[in-house]
């Protein structure tokens, strides 16, 4: 049995989230390049593998997965070589519940904001030649403010390093791969200026090898 | 130390994940009630509850915990009675990716539909006196077609009794609060009868004496 593949390249952010957890339990992966913009994703083969169409799949021999926080979690619960190095922290039941109501936050909250501004300044431009909306822009920025707000006070009052407490957890890599893209693809960088607190745990963040060496592979090529 | 508590009534779709969870593993709890349209909820305590001002929050003894679907978990990993009846199904890693798939296809496919029509036809008419807008209805029942497409084939595909598996899990359970809304106060329950296996699953998770009991106290009033 060979190794376990991605199915997506790390330019999509939900591959790069898999990515990411396969890098942090040293598991050796391949990625298999799927045309988007051939849409070929959209295509028989595919869409066998993502009902919805979507990037990421994965396949761990007789295993097929799709929905990125599901595959990552697969991961980390296969691979995690103790309680400690455990990005779920499943043997505990309070820090696990930690973990989980942050890892919620990223994806009701934290991601949809995110996400608009990310899909209005760089990907529909790139795919369909269109200018960002500027109304759709500043309303998201309003909302990820109110978002940033309460991790801005979540950070500062806990004193802990990062979301879920002082420990990296599967919380705080969720919001790496559009928090990358942002940083780097748009130019609403400097938003994470007015929150020193959140800025110094993305810096903590991007210290990660396994989020600085899937992270090179994210470059959004105009 | 007395009973955990569910701050929100039943009524409010999270609040009601939450109980369902708490009456499948046989746990007491006290409902503490939130005056929603004084916004109550925005005040300062239950700020310091939610701190995105949201319905529900909990409470178990020292721990406090926000987002539903993080206190369902929280819930069930602490009283599942066995590995059979755990709806999350961690203790098989296989079953769990599959419980940890369905669950994000709820929240990322199934839930941004169903809530949009949901807000669209009852909550926005009752809240803010508002007529449903035709257009944004229309596009949320074209949406969710969409994802029961997917749910048809999956259910009449794998002759699963559930989406996970033969297994009621958490995955089905998650389904239940808006779909409950949906087929009970607003005109488009008849959409269900297009997909004979989802509306078949749909009749056997109303048969969860959990969620009967539940229902029985999430009725809109107008």
């Known amino acids: 049995m060979g190794p376990v593949k991605v199915f997506g390249s790390a330019v999509f952010a939900n591959a790069a989230r898999v990515m990411a ?13 799927v045309d988007y913009m051939a849409k070929e994703h959209k295509g028989f083969k595919p869409l066998a593998r993502n009902p919805f169409g979507q990037i990421p799949a994965f396949q761990d021999g007789d295993i097929m997965l799709f929905e990125s926080r599901a595959i990552a979690k697969y991961v980390l619960r296969k691979h995690a070589k103790s309680a400690q190095d455990d990005l779920l922290r499943e043997s ?4 696990a519940a930690m973990v989980d109501m942050w890892t919620e936050v ?20 790139a795919r369909l030649g269109t200018v960002p909306d500027k109304k759709i822009v500043d309303e998201s920025l309003e909302r990820l403010r109110k978002v940033l707000d309460v991790y801005e006070a979540h950070l500062s009052k806990a004193k802990s390093m990062f979301l879920a407490g002082d420990f990296f957890s599967f ?11 942002i940083m780097t693809a748009t130019p609403h960088a400097s938003l994470f200026d007015e929150y020193p607190h959140v800025k110094a745990w993305w ?17 959004i090529k105009p």
Chains 1, 2 share one sequence.
Do not use: Q, W
């Open 21 to 33: 957890c396969l890098e942090e339990v040293g598991v050796e992966y391949e990625v298999v390049e």
């Open 92 to 95: 505990n039941r309070e820090e």
């Open 106 to 125: 990223e994806a009701h909250h934290y991601f949809p904001a995110m996400a608009t501004i990310f899909y209005e300044c760089v990907v529909y431009p």
């Open 171 to 181: 919380a705080d890599l969720n919001h790496f791969p559009f928090t990358f893209h």
């Open 203 to 219: 810096e903590r963040l991007m210290e990660r090898p396994s989020l600085k060496k899937i992270s090179a592979h994210m470059e």
